[in-house]
């Protein structure tokens, strides 16, 4: 079965930039993959930010972004904030409708 | 306004079977497809299982495939997983999710109900 890698844990200053990758075992991530991103907040459901690799939901604030570079998944964070403190878990699709998350990456805002 | 309330999770002993639902209002819910996530206690999160607004296709995931079954009732607007021979590493919050349309999927996710399997 196919492994999906996340950096374990990132820090980012707050208003600063951080960069989240979502990788696959069998080879590079191609839109093809339809990358989700998710936020989840300790003791609450997960909220989806990103679908199919780039699309945001009404409720993505804009300091997200996807996309794909070098064969991986990008999460982008532009001007963090204190509450964007969380744990971000990447979804990817494969054939044989076959559905692997991330183990996901905890982004501290210190 | 959406929302979707699962229930059903309790503490099953090993080997022991268990059903949960998702009961679902504010939308149209016989057309839309919708999904089970799980997290253990500690860990990230897996897909469980996948089903169509006309329940088929439906996909699982493999660790549960052969034990788990997922089917919905349109008339009442509810989704369900039925589990069967369950093991500790069944046990964690299970999340239904609705999906929209095209590859969003995921769209809104419900609070969770929590299963623990243990004796």
């Known amino acids: 079965q196919a492994v999906v890698t996340q950096e374990p844990s990132l820090t980012v200053s707050p208003g600063g930039t951080v960069t989240l990758t979502c990788g696959s075992s069998?080879?590079?991530?191609?839109?093809?993959?339809?990358p989700y991103w998710f936020q989840q907040k300790p003791g609450q459901a997960p909220r989806t930010l990103i679908y199919?690799?780039?699309n945001k939901h009404s409720w993505t604030p804009a300091r997200f972004s996807g996309s794909l570079l070098g064969g991986k998944g990008i999460l982008t964070l532009s001007g963090a904030q204190p509450d964007d403190e969380a744990d971000y878990y990447c979804l990817l699709s494969f054939s044989g409708a076959r559905f692997v998350f991330g183990p996901g990456t905890k982004v501290t805002v210190l | 306004e959406v929302q979707l309330v699962e229930s059903g999770g309790t503490l099953v002993q090993p080997g022991g079977s268990l059903r949960l639902s998702c009961a679902t209002s504010g939308f149209t819910f016989n057309t839309y497809s919708m999904t089970w996530a799980r997290q253990a206690p500690g860990k990230g999160l897996e897909f469980v299982s996948y089903?169509?607004?006309?329940?088929?296709?439906?996909f699982y995931g493999d660790s549960v495939k052969g034990r788990f079954t997922v089917f919905r009732d349109n008339s009442k607007n509810s989704l369900y997983l039925q589990m069967n021979s369950l093991t500790a590493e069944d046990t964690g919050i299970y999340y239904c999710?609705?999906?929209?349309?095209?590859?969003?999927?995921?769209?809104?996710w419900g609070q969770g109900t929590l299963v623990i399997v243990s004796s």
């Open positions: 999710a609705r999906n929209s349309a095209g590859s969003d999927w995921f769209h809104y």
């Open positions: 089903i169509h607004s006309s329940s088929s296709p439906i």
């Open positions: 069998t080879g590079p991530v191609t839109s093809s993959h339809y």
């Open positions: 199919d690799t780039n």
